[in-house]
Protein backbone atom coordinates (compact mmCIF):
# COMPACT_ATOMS: atom_id res chain seq x y z
CA UNK A 1 0.00 0.00 0.00
CA UNK A 2 1.41 3.19 -1.25
CA UNK A 3 0.36 6.25 0.64
CA UNK A 4 0.42 9.80 -0.86
CA UNK A 5 0.18 12.80 1.36
CA UNK A 6 -0.62 16.19 -0.40
CA UNK A 7 -0.61 19.73 0.87
CA UNK A 8 -2.41 22.50 1.10
CA UNK A 9 -2.45 25.91 2.57
CA UNK A 10 -6.10 26.38 2.48
CA UNK A 11 -6.30 28.75 -0.33
CA UNK A 12 -8.49 28.03 -2.73
CA UNK A 13 -7.94 28.19 -6.54
CA UNK A 14 -6.44 25.96 -9.30
CA UNK A 15 -3.96 24.31 -7.17
CA UNK A 16 -7.01 22.90 -5.14
CA UNK A 17 -8.31 21.76 -8.29
CA UNK A 18 -5.39 20.34 -9.01
CA UNK A 19 -5.02 17.88 -5.73
CA UNK A 20 -9.24 17.09 -6.04
CA UNK A 21 -8.98 15.65 -9.41
CA UNK A 22 -5.40 13.71 -8.75
CA UNK A 23 -7.59 11.60 -6.30
CA UNK A 24 -10.71 11.86 -7.50
CA UNK A 25 -9.71 10.15 -10.81
CA UNK A 26 -7.14 8.09 -9.27
CA UNK A 27 -7.20 4.14 -10.75
CA UNK A 28 -4.51 2.42 -8.81
CA UNK A 29 -5.75 0.48 -5.58
CA UNK A 30 -2.66 0.22 -4.28
CA UNK A 31 -2.64 3.72 -3.60
CA UNK A 32 -4.25 6.00 -0.72
CA UNK A 33 -4.54 9.84 -0.80
CA UNK A 34 -4.22 11.79 1.77
CA UNK A 35 -4.84 15.57 2.46
CA UNK A 36 -3.41 17.92 5.32
CA UNK A 37 -4.25 21.33 5.26
CA UNK A 38 -1.58 23.51 6.79
CA UNK A 39 -3.54 26.90 7.89
CA UNK A 40 -1.50 29.87 9.14
CA UNK A 41 -2.50 31.49 12.21
CA UNK A 42 -4.07 33.90 9.85
CA UNK A 43 -6.59 31.90 8.86
CA UNK A 44 -10.01 31.99 9.98
CA UNK A 45 -11.08 29.56 12.69
CA UNK A 46 -13.84 28.68 11.00
CA UNK A 47 -12.27 27.53 7.70
CA UNK A 48 -14.26 25.04 5.76
CA UNK A 49 -12.89 21.77 5.15
CA UNK A 50 -13.26 21.44 1.09
CA UNK A 51 -14.61 18.26 0.12
CA UNK A 52 -12.67 15.94 -1.39
CA UNK A 53 -14.25 12.79 -3.58
CA UNK A 54 -11.73 9.79 -2.80
CA UNK A 55 -9.21 10.92 -0.25
CA UNK A 56 -8.44 8.40 2.60
CA UNK A 57 -8.85 11.43 4.99
CA UNK A 58 -8.59 14.93 5.62
CA UNK A 59 -6.24 16.30 8.34
CA UNK A 60 -6.26 20.10 9.66
CA UNK A 61 -3.29 21.51 10.89
CA UNK A 62 -2.97 25.29 12.18
CA UNK A 63 0.88 26.57 13.22
CA UNK A 64 2.23 29.76 14.16
CA UNK A 65 4.46 31.93 12.97
CA UNK A 66 5.85 32.58 16.63
CA UNK A 67 6.41 28.97 16.96
CA UNK A 68 9.96 27.91 16.81
CA UNK A 69 10.08 26.29 13.48
CA UNK A 70 11.65 23.15 14.26
CA UNK A 71 8.32 22.39 16.61
CA UNK A 72 6.11 23.35 13.30
CA UNK A 73 7.89 20.68 11.39
CA UNK A 74 7.46 18.49 14.37
CA UNK A 75 4.14 18.64 14.44
CA UNK A 76 3.13 18.70 11.19
CA UNK A 77 5.45 15.75 10.51
CA UNK A 78 3.25 13.66 13.41
CA UNK A 79 0.76 13.58 10.85
CA UNK A 80 2.08 11.50 8.74
CA UNK A 81 1.93 7.42 8.32
CA UNK A 82 5.31 6.59 7.92
CA UNK A 83 8.56 6.86 6.35
CA UNK A 84 7.62 5.69 2.96
CA UNK A 85 4.64 7.98 2.66
CA UNK A 86 5.18 10.16 -0.66
CA UNK A 87 4.96 13.57 0.52
CA UNK A 88 3.72 16.23 -2.54
CA UNK A 89 4.34 19.55 -2.02
CA UNK A 90 2.71 22.29 -3.30
CA UNK A 91 3.69 24.70 -1.17
CA UNK A 92 7.01 25.71 1.16
CA UNK A 93 5.82 24.09 4.52
CA UNK A 94 6.19 20.74 3.80
CA UNK A 95 9.29 21.22 1.82
CA UNK A 96 10.74 23.24 4.75
CA UNK A 97 9.63 20.42 7.04
CA UNK A 98 11.25 17.55 4.95
CA UNK A 99 14.60 19.72 5.12
CA UNK A 100 14.70 20.94 8.54
CA UNK A 101 13.99 17.51 10.01
CA UNK A 102 15.81 15.35 6.93
CA UNK A 103 12.73 13.46 6.60
CA UNK A 104 13.36 9.99 4.27
CA UNK A 105 9.95 9.87 2.77
CA UNK A 106 10.14 9.92 -0.70
CA UNK A 107 9.46 14.07 -1.53
CA UNK A 108 7.84 15.08 -4.90
CA UNK A 109 7.54 18.96 -5.69
CA UNK A 110 4.83 20.82 -7.91
CA UNK A 111 5.70 23.19 -9.52
CA UNK A 112 2.44 25.61 -10.68
CA UNK A 113 3.92 28.18 -11.90
CA UNK A 114 6.19 30.67 -13.64
CA UNK A 115 7.01 31.91 -10.83
CA UNK A 116 10.36 33.02 -9.08
CA UNK A 117 9.14 31.51 -5.90
CA UNK A 118 8.37 27.81 -7.37
CA UNK A 119 11.88 28.08 -8.60
CA UNK A 120 13.50 29.19 -5.63
CA UNK A 121 11.89 26.17 -3.54
CA UNK A 122 12.90 23.88 -5.72
CA UNK A 123 16.46 25.10 -5.69
CA UNK A 124 16.26 25.61 -2.13
CA UNK A 125 15.13 22.45 -1.05
CA UNK A 126 16.90 20.15 -3.88
CA UNK A 127 18.44 17.77 -1.70
CA UNK A 128 14.80 17.02 0.18
CA UNK A 129 13.18 16.39 -3.10
CA UNK A 130 13.49 13.23 -5.41
CA UNK A 131 10.80 14.41 -8.12
CA UNK A 132 9.85 17.73 -9.90
CA UNK A 133 6.65 18.04 -11.65
CA UNK A 134 5.81 20.77 -13.78
CA UNK A 135 2.77 22.12 -15.46
CA UNK A 136 3.89 23.30 -18.18
CA UNK A 137 6.90 23.07 -20.72
CA UNK A 138 7.93 26.06 -20.55
CA UNK A 139 8.53 25.51 -16.50
CA UNK A 140 10.19 22.52 -17.04
CA UNK A 141 12.52 24.15 -19.52
CA UNK A 142 13.58 26.76 -16.74
CA UNK A 143 14.01 24.62 -14.11
CA UNK A 144 16.45 22.32 -15.65
CA UNK A 145 18.43 25.73 -16.34
CA UNK A 146 18.27 25.81 -12.69
CA UNK A 147 18.69 22.57 -12.02
CA UNK A 148 20.57 21.04 -14.83
CA UNK A 149 22.23 18.02 -12.97
CA UNK A 150 18.10 17.25 -11.80
CA UNK A 151 17.43 16.97 -15.54
CA UNK A 152 16.42 13.42 -15.50
CA UNK A 153 14.17 14.32 -12.02
CA UNK A 154 12.09 17.14 -13.83
CA UNK A 155 9.14 16.13 -15.26
CA UNK A 156 6.86 18.07 -17.64
CA UNK A 157 2.87 16.88 -17.14
CA UNK A 158 -0.48 17.92 -18.04
CA UNK A 159 -2.58 17.80 -15.01
CA UNK A 160 -6.00 16.19 -14.81
CA UNK A 161 -9.16 18.07 -15.66
CA UNK A 162 -12.58 16.90 -15.08
CA UNK A 163 -14.86 16.43 -18.47
CA UNK A 164 -17.72 19.00 -18.45
CA UNK A 165 -21.15 17.99 -19.40
CA UNK A 166 -22.28 20.96 -21.55
CA UNK A 167 -25.49 21.36 -24.45
CA UNK A 168 -24.10 25.15 -25.01
CA UNK A 169 -26.17 26.63 -27.60
CA UNK A 170 -25.45 30.04 -28.87
CA UNK A 171 -29.12 31.66 -28.75
CA UNK A 172 -28.25 34.77 -26.32
CA UNK A 173 -28.69 37.98 -27.96
CA UNK A 174 -25.68 39.07 -25.60
CA UNK A 175 -22.56 38.00 -25.64
CA UNK A 176 -21.25 36.47 -22.06
CA UNK A 177 -17.80 36.60 -20.87
CA UNK A 178 -16.45 35.22 -18.09
CA UNK A 179 -13.03 36.37 -16.10
CA UNK A 180 -12.92 33.84 -13.18
CA UNK A 181 -9.74 34.86 -10.79
CA UNK A 182 -8.93 33.75 -7.22
CA UNK A 183 -8.75 37.21 -5.82
CA UNK A 184 -9.59 40.32 -8.57
CA UNK A 185 -7.20 42.68 -6.70
CA UNK A 186 -4.37 40.97 -7.78
CA UNK A 187 -2.64 43.48 -9.93
CA UNK A 188 -0.96 40.53 -11.71
CA UNK A 189 -4.85 39.37 -13.05
CA UNK A 190 -5.62 42.71 -14.70
CA UNK A 191 -9.14 43.18 -13.80
CA UNK A 192 -8.74 46.83 -14.27
CA UNK A 193 -8.59 46.10 -18.14
CA UNK A 194 -12.20 44.91 -17.58
CA UNK A 195 -14.07 48.37 -17.39
CA UNK A 196 -11.89 49.62 -20.57
CA UNK A 197 -13.17 46.23 -22.70
CA UNK A 198 -16.58 47.18 -21.66
CA UNK A 199 -16.39 50.44 -22.54
CA UNK A 200 -15.49 50.41 -26.09
CA UNK A 201 -17.93 47.58 -26.31
CA UNK A 202 -20.82 49.41 -25.32
CA UNK A 203 -19.53 52.90 -27.57
CA UNK A 204 -20.02 49.71 -30.61
CA UNK A 205 -23.50 49.04 -29.61
CA UNK A 206 -22.10 45.55 -28.81
CA UNK A 207 -24.35 43.96 -26.34
CA UNK A 208 -22.47 42.36 -23.47
CA UNK A 209 -22.86 40.24 -20.11
CA UNK A 210 -20.44 39.91 -17.82
CA UNK A 211 -19.76 37.15 -15.12
CA UNK A 212 -16.93 38.28 -12.49
CA UNK A 213 -15.92 35.12 -10.08
CA UNK A 214 -13.20 36.58 -7.08
CA UNK A 215 -12.92 37.74 -4.18
CA UNK A 216 -11.57 41.43 -3.16
CA UNK A 217 -14.89 43.37 -4.85
CA UNK A 218 -18.26 43.78 -4.12
CA UNK A 219 -21.54 43.61 -6.14
CA UNK A 220 -22.20 47.18 -5.67
CA UNK A 221 -18.51 47.81 -7.17
CA UNK A 222 -18.63 45.54 -10.23
CA UNK A 223 -22.21 46.56 -11.08
CA UNK A 224 -20.89 50.26 -12.15
CA UNK A 225 -18.07 49.27 -13.94
CA UNK A 226 -19.59 46.39 -16.11
CA UNK A 227 -23.06 47.19 -16.61
CA UNK A 228 -25.99 46.40 -14.30
CA UNK A 229 -26.67 42.81 -15.84
CA UNK A 230 -23.23 41.89 -14.61
CA UNK A 231 -23.40 38.79 -12.48
CA UNK A 232 -20.64 39.00 -9.13
CA UNK A 233 -19.76 36.13 -7.33
CA UNK A 234 -17.04 36.94 -4.07
CA UNK A 235 -16.68 32.61 -4.17
CA UNK A 236 -17.94 29.45 -5.61
CA UNK A 237 -16.83 25.84 -5.33
CA UNK A 238 -15.24 24.22 -7.95
CA UNK A 239 -18.92 22.77 -9.21
CA UNK A 240 -20.76 25.86 -9.11
CA UNK A 241 -17.80 27.82 -10.99
CA UNK A 242 -18.23 24.81 -13.57
CA UNK A 243 -21.97 25.56 -13.73
CA UNK A 244 -21.53 29.36 -14.07
CA UNK A 245 -18.75 28.65 -17.04
CA UNK A 246 -21.67 27.09 -19.30
CA UNK A 247 -23.45 30.23 -18.94
CA UNK A 248 -20.96 31.98 -20.74
CA UNK A 249 -19.50 32.13 -24.31
CA UNK A 250 -16.10 33.23 -23.75
CA UNK A 251 -13.29 33.40 -21.04
CA UNK A 252 -11.29 36.94 -20.60
CA UNK A 253 -8.05 36.07 -18.58
CA UNK A 254 -5.36 39.04 -19.78
CA UNK A 255 -2.94 37.46 -16.67
CA UNK A 256 0.35 39.20 -16.63
CA UNK A 257 2.10 35.93 -15.72
CA UNK A 258 0.72 32.68 -14.93
CA UNK A 259 1.89 29.01 -15.41
CA UNK A 260 -0.77 26.66 -17.13
CA UNK A 261 -3.83 27.87 -15.35
CA UNK A 262 -7.19 25.59 -14.33
CA UNK A 263 -9.40 27.70 -15.22
CA UNK A 264 -8.29 27.80 -19.15
CA UNK A 265 -8.82 23.85 -19.29
CA UNK A 266 -12.04 24.08 -17.26
CA UNK A 267 -13.75 26.92 -19.18
CA UNK A 268 -12.28 25.62 -22.51
CA UNK A 269 -14.05 21.91 -21.62
CA UNK A 270 -17.51 23.42 -21.24
CA UNK A 271 -17.14 25.01 -24.27
CA UNK A 272 -15.66 28.83 -24.00
CA UNK A 273 -13.41 30.63 -26.02
CA UNK A 274 -10.29 31.52 -24.59
CA UNK A 275 -8.96 35.19 -24.84
CA UNK A 276 -5.83 34.61 -23.09
CA UNK A 277 -2.39 35.69 -23.14
CA UNK A 278 0.87 34.06 -24.14
CA UNK A 279 2.34 33.10 -21.39
CA UNK A 280 5.89 32.47 -22.92
CA UNK A 281 4.42 29.96 -24.95
CA UNK A 282 2.79 28.02 -22.06
CA UNK A 283 -0.42 26.95 -23.67
CA UNK A 284 0.64 26.60 -27.28
CA UNK A 285 -0.80 22.90 -27.54
CA UNK A 286 -3.97 23.82 -26.07
CA UNK A 287 -4.75 27.27 -27.43
CA UNK A 288 -4.01 27.52 -30.92
CA UNK A 289 -4.77 31.10 -32.70
CA UNK A 290 -7.72 31.60 -34.46
CA UNK A 291 -8.60 27.98 -34.07
CA UNK A 292 -9.19 27.33 -30.51
CA UNK A 293 -8.80 30.66 -29.04
CA UNK A 294 -7.33 33.94 -29.19
CA UNK A 295 -3.64 35.16 -27.70
CA UNK A 296 -3.48 39.18 -26.74
CA UNK A 297 -0.91 41.45 -25.13
CA UNK A 298 -2.68 42.07 -21.63
CA UNK A 299 -3.29 45.49 -21.38
CA UNK A 300 -4.23 45.61 -25.09
CA UNK A 301 -8.10 46.76 -24.07
CA UNK A 302 -9.06 47.32 -27.91
CA UNK A 303 -7.44 44.12 -28.79
CA UNK A 304 -9.83 42.30 -26.37
CA UNK A 305 -12.63 44.19 -27.53
CA UNK A 306 -12.31 43.51 -31.41
CA UNK A 307 -12.14 40.06 -30.68
CA UNK A 308 -15.30 39.82 -28.67
CA UNK A 309 -16.84 42.80 -31.30
CA UNK A 310 -15.77 39.37 -34.48
CA UNK A 311 -17.20 36.38 -32.37
CA UNK A 312 -19.96 38.73 -31.42
CA UNK A 313 -20.67 39.69 -35.37
CA UNK A 314 -20.38 35.88 -36.02
CA UNK A 315 -22.02 33.45 -34.00
CA UNK A 316 -20.74 30.75 -36.31
CA UNK A 317 -17.14 31.07 -36.01
CA UNK A 318 -17.83 31.55 -32.39
CA UNK A 319 -19.79 27.90 -32.34
CA UNK A 320 -16.75 26.37 -34.41
CA UNK A 321 -14.29 27.74 -32.02
CA UNK A 322 -16.62 26.60 -28.81
CA UNK A 323 -16.61 22.90 -30.47
CA UNK A 324 -12.67 22.82 -31.63
CA UNK A 325 -11.73 24.03 -28.07
CA UNK A 326 -13.58 21.68 -26.16
CA UNK A 327 -12.20 18.72 -28.47
CA UNK A 328 -9.12 19.88 -27.62
CA UNK A 329 -8.84 20.55 -24.06
CA UNK A 330 -10.81 16.73 -23.60
CA UNK A 331 -7.88 15.52 -25.59
CA UNK A 332 -4.89 16.64 -23.50
CA UNK A 333 -6.24 17.08 -20.56
CA UNK A 334 -8.07 13.61 -20.27
CA UNK A 335 -8.36 13.25 -15.81
CA UNK A 336 -7.78 9.02 -15.87
CA UNK A 337 -4.82 9.18 -18.11
CA UNK A 338 -2.92 12.41 -16.76
CA UNK A 339 -3.55 11.20 -13.39
CA UNK A 340 -1.76 7.64 -14.30
CA UNK A 341 1.04 9.75 -15.43
CA UNK A 342 1.89 11.46 -12.20
CA UNK A 343 1.05 8.97 -10.11
CA UNK A 344 4.02 7.01 -12.17
CA UNK A 345 5.98 9.91 -10.41
CA UNK A 346 5.38 9.47 -7.80
CA UNK A 347 6.76 5.57 -7.70
CA UNK A 348 9.81 6.97 -9.48
CA UNK A 349 10.66 9.08 -5.93
CA UNK A 350 9.64 5.70 -4.18
CA UNK A 351 12.56 3.71 -6.35
CA UNK A 352 14.97 6.56 -4.49
CA UNK A 353 16.50 5.14 -1.83
CA UNK A 354 19.01 7.54 -0.69
CA UNK A 355 19.90 8.75 2.86
CA UNK A 356 18.97 12.90 3.37
CA UNK A 357 20.49 14.80 6.10
CA UNK A 358 18.89 17.73 7.78
CA UNK A 359 19.56 20.76 6.21
CA UNK A 360 18.05 24.25 8.26
CA UNK A 361 16.74 26.31 5.16
CA UNK A 362 14.48 28.12 7.64
CA UNK A 363 14.73 29.62 11.17
CA UNK A 364 16.25 32.97 12.89
CA UNK A 365 18.38 32.84 15.74
CA UNK A 366 15.28 31.62 17.90
CA UNK A 367 15.00 28.59 16.03
CA UNK A 368 16.93 26.28 17.40
CA UNK A 369 16.40 22.69 17.64
CA UNK A 370 17.18 22.86 21.66
CA UNK A 371 15.00 25.74 22.43
CA UNK A 372 11.53 24.81 23.79
CA UNK A 373 8.80 26.53 21.64
CA UNK A 374 6.91 27.66 25.00
CA UNK A 375 10.21 30.08 25.09
CA UNK A 376 10.19 30.72 21.83
CA UNK A 377 6.55 31.85 21.93
CA UNK A 378 6.92 33.44 25.01
CA UNK A 379 9.60 36.10 23.39
CA UNK A 380 7.89 36.84 19.93
CA UNK A 381 4.72 37.58 21.90
CA UNK A 382 6.81 40.36 23.33
CA UNK A 383 7.99 41.60 19.88
Known amino acids: ?73 RQLAKLLPDEKAVLVAHDWLELGMASNLGLQNPVVQFLHGDY ?32 PDRKDDIHDCRFPVQEVLNDKKFIS ?99 LVPLITDWAGSTKDLVVEGETGFYLTPKDALGYAEKIRV ?17 KAEQLFNPYHNTQIIEGVYCEALKKEREKLPKRVYGSRLDKRWIPNWVVERMRRKK
Open 311 to 327: LNGNRNLLAQLSENAKR
Open 173 to 271: EKIRILFCVRDINDESKQFNLLPRVHELLSASNCEIQWTIIGGGKSEDEIKPLLGSDAKYFSSLNNQHVLEEMKQNDILIHPSLIEGFPVVVVEAMKAG
Open 116 to 147: DYYYELAEKHAEAIDEFICVSPVIARKLILRL
Open 1 to 73: MTHIIHFHNGSRGGVLSVIRNLIRFSQEPQIKNHVIFTLNEKMPQDFVVPKIFGAEDIKIFRYSSRWNFYHTC
